[in-house]
């Protein structure tokens, strides 16, 4: 379940990326919302932590993504790249920051000049790095990323060979995770890649094991990269595994597919098949771009709430971080609500919080990068306010 930004985005002119337009549930050639004009004050700085509903502490990978310049060729044949910060569990962090949230993120950076632009981005859009770990003889991350001719990304390796454990990230140390900041209420982010490399899976188990021992939700995102790994077979047991100590579960449709085997249509048709999958787990969102987002949670009672809202049919520039921004859109309606126990049993407050993540993350897409392109807190609110009608909300 991923706004319609996130994968496999069709073109548009470049009249239409200076507009959101919504789609209902009936067929477009029946129902439209009104179009939307995106401001420009997608850049402007947070509403600030006065009135955050929470606490968010996110583990894993911060990097630079070097995104082609030119679009529809392969690496080999880019004349040039730009580098823009990202790397999910940091995207998931000043996105959640951006919408008003209090956010302590936890990774390793190289002690070198990319580090120090890692940290002063995160620094500045209010993010706590106290947790953040400097590494003198490890660099900080690089990711080439390569584009089509609709914009949409495709990870084409790393600027060290193999499978990139000579990074800072690769070698988070356990022993000096803050767990002080995982309190009981608290969310807790980790992503999947980190598990490719041994100190870094124990950091991330040990991080999930304190939260679940406190009481806090464990949200485990998804991201399937076979770059990352050595044995493809091996990644996806560990994966899996992983997947059981979780709460809350965001994978995308390719995500779903190369895990699970599980087709995008059954996940539409059927969202509760997916967290049958997953018994531990309380709910389980996935996105699938211009499929629109499905979503199965479980209630405190074990009441079963599911359902699929359309996508934001969204010109796109560039995909990368938005299914991160429509996570942390989804952390901030989940903690605005209450917390996991009362946004599950809540089947309102719910799909409010699908279709509002769905708003952050369809927002990315107007601009190129991860983090450059998160939107504020007044930007989705007003995009979702106006789309509220179309779900009956009010």
Not at 7 to 31: D, E, G, K, T
């Amino acid at each position: 379940m991923q706004q319609v930004c996130t994968q496999r985005c069709p073109s548009r002119s470049a009249a239409s990326r200076s507009q959101f337009q919504l789609f209902s549930v009936v067929p477009a050639s029946r129902a439209r919302a009104p179009q939307l004009r995106v401001r420009a004050d997608a850049a402007a700085p947070a509403s600030g932590a006065a009135n955050a509903p929470g606490k968010v502490v996110c583990i894993g990978e911060a990097l630079f993504d070097l995104i082609a310049d030119q679009k529809g060729v392969p690496r080999e044949k880019v004349r040039s790249w730009k580098p823009y910060a990202g790397g999910a569990p940091c995207n998931v962090a000043v996105a959640c920051s951006r919408l008003g949230l209090e956010v302590a993120f936890v990774t390793a950076l190289g002690a070198d000049k990319q580090g120090d632009e890692l940290l002063a981005l995160c620094k500045e859009r209010g993010v706590n790095v106290d947790g953040v770990q400097r590494l003198a003889d490890h660099p900080t991350r690089d990711v080439y990323v390569t584009r089509d001719d609709d914009g949409d990304r495709e990870f084409a390796g790393f600027g060290l060979p193999g499978i990139g454990s000579e990074y800072a990230d690769a070698h988070i140390d356990p022993e000096r995770l803050p767990l002080d900041k995982i309190t009981h209420g608290s969310v807790v982010v980790t992503g999947t890649l980190g598990l490719s490399y041994p100190t870094t899976a124990l950091a991330l188990r040990k991080a999930v094991k304190a939260a679940k021992g406190v009481g806090a939700t464990v949200l485990i995102d998804v991201n399937w990269r076979p770059v990352f790994w050595e044995d493809g077979a091996a990644a996806k047991r560990v994966i899996m595994e992983y997947l059981q100590s979780a709460d809350v579960i965001k994978l995308s449709d390719a995500d779903l597919e190369a895990l699970m085997g599980i087709s995008l249509a059954l996940a539409l048709i059927n969202p509760g098949a997916v967290a049958e999958r997953f018994p531990n787990a309380r709910g389980v969102l996935v996105t699938a771009g211009q499929e629109g987002a499905s979503y199965s949670f479980r209630s405190p009672t074990k009441a079963e709430h599911s359902g699929v809202v359309p996508a934001f049919d969204v010109g796109v520039t560039d995909t990368t971080g938005a299914g991160d921004a429509f996570t942390a859109g989804f952390i901030y309606k989940m903690l605005q609500a209450g917390g996991l126990d009362a946004i599950s049993a809540n089947p309102r407050l719910l799909k409010e919080a699908v279709v509002f993540a769905s708003a952050a993350g369809a927002s990315t897409c107007t601009r190129a990068g991860a983090i450059e392109s998160q939107p504020t807190l007044e930007l989705v609110e007003d995009l979702f306010n106006t789309s509220a009608k179309w779900y009956n909300f009010w």
